[in-house]
């Protein structure tokens, strides 16, 4: 058996889009989602089958006593310790119904902490509240005093949580932001909201930063439609007649293609946003050979020449073809291969797929949306979605923020790797996305009908140090993948006993493993600190990237390490005993 890394690349929907399951639960929310007796009141979540790895879910959630379908109770006069043991319950159950793949897999649930990741808890927290809330704003309900009870003390829950992940930030009073405040006060003119202004932020460049103290559900950035640049821009110019012709042509590429002619037309309506724009974005896509060449045997490199590989040819199918066809509507200067990519990095780093009021999902840039930085612990979670009674796009805070203090999103749950390409930086604190996914080659004399295998197709791995179980049979590594690993050699049920047959096993598994990631470890050699202030921004960023996925492989090493320590000495004391 061989196990390989399995570069993964993902070359489309880059786009910021973070319309959760809880928008859709609000949705959704019915009468019969709550129920009202004369001992009190009682709310219902349901994991439906139309969540994504239902099944999954299911197993964990019968696993931990729970079924598809709980009914909890609330009093009808509940004191503090009966709301938290109410709320306590739903937190469990939302929290496995709101798990995304990499949490569902690694399946770590920090009991320090109190949660699987930040991300879960605040989608999780945030998806009752929006529950509740909607019940409350229905006002036909005898138990209002309940459900407010509710709503303070999820609300409470929320805020102590935002105060466990905060996360400083330095601002820069040096940096005037003054391109950046000239396209606020032209949005504010056009109908822009918003409670933050620009500021430059130690460390991530361009932010947001709260005006006042912003709470749970405030809207802390409002833009309306009008001035959102979208496909319906092309179709009102000129370019439509000649790119709604091409097959396969992508309402994507025609906005991308638009905004390189837009961006010099000095009486454009969007002249304020493209004049705050940068002249260069630092991706990965333009990383140059010296970086490139610091990134070799990382799991980065192969994801940025093949995105690299996938735009050059999107361009070269293009290009000079329609400058020379059309050299009026596409002037050859604005269309090099040059601007091209400035124009891909824009799209990948700032715009963000959004649900308008006709139910369209529709690629957008939105200005003044673009200074909020990605965080591991965003303020805001739930945004995509037009509101169609102010035809406009929201940005409600999912956690408290305080004045002075840098309001963030989600891009996504992205690793590293994909931030680096298609955003140009490391994040802040422990990546929980940050996996190396593996490839299992099973030879014909390893495989077995009917095996009951993991039921997961593919595998992964990340640093250890994110796990908090380092004892025997588990290392701090994924269960998924040493349970696979294990029934490869013995298709029987295989039970964690510490019978000498079963502990071979472990021993096996665990040098494979070892032998697997010594190999990966001598690819990426020794640590290359750079030449200091003199290093480059892209040479920098490789070399951190580097020496992130040494000190992944070098966890995962210590793992095994210790692990085949711990299997060694029992097997000792084992066959002793013998």
């Not at 013995?490 to 697997?516: A, G």
Request: proline letters at 3%.
């Amino acid at each position: 058996m061989i196990l390989n890394v399995k570069y993964l690349m993902l070359l489309h929907s880059q786009y910021h889009l973070n319309l959760s399951s809880s928008m859709a639960d609000v949705e959704a929310c019915s009468s019969r989602d709550s129920l009202e007796n004369g001992d009190g009141c009682s709310l219902v979540l349901e994991l439906t089958e139309d969540y994504p790895l239902f099944h999954k879910k299911k197993k964990l959630l019968n696993d931990k006593g729970f079924g598809v379908k709980e009914q909890i109770h609330l009093q009808s006069l509940m004191c503090p310790d009966s709301i938290s043991n109410s709320l306590e319950t739903m937190l469990r159950i939302g929290r496995i119904i709101h798990l995304d793949e990499v949490e569902l897999y690694f399946g770590e649930f920090d009991t320090q902490m109190g949660f699987y990741s930040p991300r879960n808890e605040l989608e999780t927290l945030n998806s009752i509240l929006a529950r509740v809330n909607t019940l409350l704003s229905r006002q036909m309900h005898k138990k209002m005093n309940v459900w407010q009870g509710l709503q303070a003390a999820i609300i409470l829950k929320i805020q102590e949580f935002g105060n466990q992940i905060k996360e400083g930030a330095r601002i820069d009073k040096n940096y005037t932001c003054e391109k950046e405040k000239c396209l606020v006060q032209w949005g504010e003119s056009n109908g822009v909201k918003t409670k933050l202004e620009i500021a430059y932020v130690g460390g991530a460049g361009r932010g947001a930063v709260a005006m006042e103290d912003l709470r749970v559900g405030d809207i802390a950035l409002e833009i309306p439609v009008s001035i959102i640049l979208s496909e319906d821009l092309v179709h009102k110019s000129d370019m439509y007649n000649v790119l709604g012709k091409i097959e396969g042509m992508s309402s994507e590429t025609m906005l991308l293609l638009w905004s390189m002619k837009e961006k010099h037309n000095c009486g454009s309506k969007f002249k304020n946003y493209f004049d705050s724009l940068p002249k260069e974005f630092h991706t990965g896509l333009s990383f140059g050979v010296d970086a490139i060449m610091a990134l070799e045997g990382t799991l980065l490199l192969e994801e940025i020449m093949q995105a690299k590989e996938h735009l050059r040819t999107q361009y070269d199918e293009l290009f000079p073809r329609l400058c020379n066809d059309y050299p009026d509507i596409f002037p050859p200067k604005f269309y090099t291969w040059e601007q091209f990519l400035w124009a891909c990095e824009l799209f990948y780093s700032n715009s963000m797929k959004i649900i308008f009021a006709d139910g369209k999902l529709r690629t957008c840039l939105i200005p003044i949306a673009g200074f909020l930085n990605h965080s591991l612990n965003p303020h805001i979670v739930h945004y995509g979605r037009v509101d169609s009674a102010t035809n406009s796009l929201k940005f409600p805070l999912s956690r408290p923020c305080n004045i002075g203090e840098q309001c963030c999103l989600s891009y996504g749950n992205f690793s590293t790797s994909h931030l680096i390409t298609f955003y140009g930086f490391s994040p802040q604190g422990d990546n929980r996305y940050d996996v190396i996914p593996i490839d299992i080659d099973v030879g014909q004399a390893d495989c077995f009908e009917d095996c009951p295998m993991s039921n997961w197709t593919t595998h992964m791995v990340r640093g250890t140090w994110l796990s908090k179980n380092h004892n025997i049979f588990y290392y701090g590594l994924p269960s998924p993948l040493l349970d696979y690993l294990r029934r490869v050699r013995n298709p029987m049920q295989y039970e964690k006993t510490f019978q000498q047959p079963d502990l071979e096993i472990e021993l096996e598994v665990l040098e494979d493993l070892q032998s697997t990631f010594s190999s990966m470890m001598e690819i990426l050699g020794d640590t290359d600190f750079g030449d200091g202030e003199n290093t480059s921004w892209d040479v920098k960023l490789a070399l951190e990237f580097k020496d992130l996925q040494r000190r992944i492989i070098s966890s995962i090493l210590t793992s095994c390490s210790a692990g085949r320590s711990l299997v060694e000495s029992e097997l000792s004391r084992v066959m002793s005993k013998d």
